[in-house]
Each structure stands twice: as structure tokens, then as C-alpha cells.
């Protein structure tokens, strides 16, 4: 049910304003991009199609907090297919950004961020299989580098919303 007090009417202008959301106007809800998208044949909550509606009636709140907005796997299968060339894994990566900029990140996303900036590496390797590969003799992995990791993300708002336990935010400020 959509109460009045949730909608945004000028969401989707704004959004049009946005590099990447300029051509949601231009969606006429056919849902090829919903038929055609590979993460929704194996989803029953994951609808591109619902997505942009929800953006199109001004549910901006409902949007930019929904999880299934991050399960999208930007194959550009929507952008590709749609009749009206709206790009539609543009207008989602758009959507995503201004869910980070208010705080709507999945722990997932926040914890690989995490690892990111503390290792350098998006992913721990763990210890079993560092000593697998030795057991095997097959080269080290490369180390990461968290300091170019840092540099390279210093003014990234995203990092802005991961702030660690102790009041230290991820690019290593107080």
C-alpha cells in the first residue's frame, strides 16, 4: 500500500538530472528489462521493472532502502533489450549511489568495503588456502596495498557511511 505522505513527486526529475538517469522518463513499463534480466529468473524479489516504477511514482524513500536494489549484476541485459533505450542499468547504478549517500548500504557491501581498505585485496584469503598453495608449490599471491587503496579512495563519500566500531572512519581519520 502507498501512503501519499511517501511520495516524492520531483524524484524523478531529479534523477533525470543525474548522468546515468536521464532517460527514465522514457519508460513505459513493458518489463522487457524484468524478462530479459538473468538475476530475476532465479529471484522472486529482484523486478528492474519495479524498481523503476518505484522511482517513477516518487517512492524515494521505498527505493533507495529496498535490498533488492544491490542484486543487480549490471550485465546491461535491461539496457540492451529496452524499446525505448532507457538505460536501465544506469538509471539502477544512479539509484544505488543515492542509497549510499543516505546510509542504505547492505552489511555485505560495508564489510567487503571493509576488507578493501584494510587489505587491499577485496576478499581475506584464508590462511588454509595460502598454505594449500605452498603445499602444492605454486607462487604467493600478490600482496595488496592498502595505502594506495586509501589514496586512491580518499575522497569517496561511500567510505563516509562505514565507520568502524571505534570512531575511526575507513581512510584511517578520527
Given at each position: ?20 538517469g ?44 529496498s ?77 595488496g ?5 586509501k ?24
Open positions: 500500500m502507498i501512503r501519499a505522505y511517501e511520495i516524492d513527486p520531483k524524484f524523478k526529475y531529479e534523477l533525470q538530472k543525474i548522468p546515468g536521464e532517460k527514465i522518463l522514457k519508460c513505459f513499463q513493458c518489463g522487457t528489462c524484468t524478462s530479459d534480466c538473468p538475476v530475476a529468473r532465479f529471484s522472486d524479489s529482484y523486478r528492474p521493472r519495479t524498481l523503476l516504477h518505484m522511482a517513477h511514482l516518487g517512492l524515494k524513500d521505498r527505493v533507495l532502502s535490498d533488492t536494489l544491490w542484486l543487480c549484476a549490471a550485465c546491461f541485459k535491461c539496457t540492451d533489450r529496452c524499446p525505448q533505450d532507457v538505460e536501465v542499468a544506469d538509471v539502477i547504478r544512479v539509484l544505488r549511489n543515492l542509497a549510499a549517500e543516505k546510509g542504505y548500504i547492505p552489511q555485505v557491501f560495508k564489510d567487503q568495503a571493509r576488507t578493501l581498505v584494510e587489505t587491499g585485496c577485496a576478499f581475506r584469503i584464508p590462511d588454509l588456502r595460502i598454505k594449500k598453495r605452498e603445499s602444492q608449490g605454486l607462487p604467493p599471491l600478490p600482496k596495498n592498502p595505502k594506495s587503496v589514496r586512491t579512495l580518499k575522497d569517496v563519500k561511500f567510505f563516509e557511511h562505514l565507520q568502524k566500531s571505534a570512531g575511526e572512519n575507513l581512510n584511517g581519520r578520527q
